[in-house]
Structure formats: structure tokens, C-alpha cells
């Protein structure tokens, strides 16, 4: 079983729990019985090119967000492991601020939520319908991420299916890059438990993602997995073992148990 998470928000990006501090996740986490944890909140930008609001922490709260984790790192050190770091997505014309903030944290995982149009403007999932050349750009920036040395893990990878009504030739191609990439530079791919918790909330009908075509696909690669709580709420990490398990159901156990799933000290 995981005990180790390296997908966790703070109240910093602004949609994650207000209430819940940095210390209330620790000791959630501790609670939980896991072992090792990393703060991956969204990562703040120097120049501004993400415009929405309640996305992710203002710049000049990166300094308290350092400190806050650091301190909780040795008031916790008998008991947990923690490390700090970012989700963050690659745009070509912000690997300056990236690369700053890789070389300031423990981890970085890529959340590529969103990618330059044809029309050279931010093409955000969920929020806009994307072309076939834009779904193959979206795999060329992680792809090229990768490539640059950027990220630990990436986070959701299967992520572009919230925009494809159907899992077909262009899709197919996408996860084919995305998994080719991650078993050339050895990457961790990350099965998100966002949705499978919400069914387990909820009872919805429908997952959209984990993606089982996109995880059947990665699992004839020799890449390495992790599940990523991707926690923005306590109930995230009180549910995880029965978000997991929605999640192993949904994509299948044959699938499933083709992936090589990592340990903590393999990422």
C-alpha cells in the first residue's frame, strides 16, 4: 500500500480547503499512516500569464510557503518526511521562472493544465475545445518538459481526455508520446485519485479520469507509477485507499497490474 503522497495543495492557491494549514495536513497525513509527504502546491508565476483568479499563490507568497514547510519539516522529522516543491505547467516562454523554482525545492511535478492556441493564447482544459494539432502540442510540451530535465513526476497526464468526447487515433497518439517520453527519461506517471474520490463522495456515474485507454496504453511501457492524492481537502486524504480502489476498479486490475508502481525512494 502507498504510504507516500507527492501531490498536496495549500489554502495558498486559493481552491484548496481555507481552513486546513500547512500543520493540519501533516498531522492528517500522520494520521493517515503515511511516511513521506511533498507540498506540491501551483506554482506561483514571476510574470504573470495564468490570469484566472483562485488558481494558484500570489509570487510574494512563496517566501511564507518556504517557511511555513520548513518548519513543519523539523517540528515532524520523527515522524514524517517532508519536502516541498511545486505543480507546475511548461510554457516555452517560462522556463526561466521553472528552472528558479526547481532549483529551490525538493520536487517538481507537471500539471500541464494548459498550452498556447493556434492563436497563441492560453488554451485552458475544461475551459475551451481543443484542435487535434493543439492535443498533439499539449503532448510536445510535456514531451519537451521532460526532455529540458523539468519535472519528478508528471501529474495526470491523462488529463487532456476532460476535452475528447472519445478515445480514438489522435488520442492514442498523445498517450503513446506521453508514455514513450516517461519510459525514455524515466519519469513517474501519476494515477490522480481527484475524480475516483468524488465517486466515492458522490457515487457519480462517470470518471473522467483516471483515463483506463490512456493506463492500458502506459502499461506496456517500462515506466514507473505513482497514485497522487492531489489533495486540496481533508476528505482526500482520509479516502484514499477507497479512492485507489475506485480507481484500480475503473482502469481494471489486468491493466493495473502491468504497471510498475514505485516505492518512495524510486522517485
Known sequence: MQKFNYHTHTYRCGHAQLDFTDEDYVLEF???GFNHICFTDHMPEKNKIDKRTNMRMDYKEKENYYKSIQELKEKYQKQIKIEIGFEAEYLPDDEENLFELK?????IILGQHFIYGDDKRLRIFRQADFTDKELL???????TAMEKGLPDIIAHPDIYMLNRNSFGTIETKVANKICAAAEKYQIPLEINLTYPCLYYQNKRKNII???KEFWQIASNYNIKVVYGIDAHFKEQIELFNESMEVANNHIGYETINKLHFCDENLV
Do not use: L, M, S, T
Not at 502540442?137 to 514531451?143: D, G, V
Open 30 to 32: 500522520i494520521k493517515q
Open 103 to 107: 532549483n529551490e525545492v525538493d520536487k
Open 137 to 143: 502540442r499539449y503532448a510536445k510540451y510535456i514531451e
Open 209 to 211: 479520469y483516471p483515463c
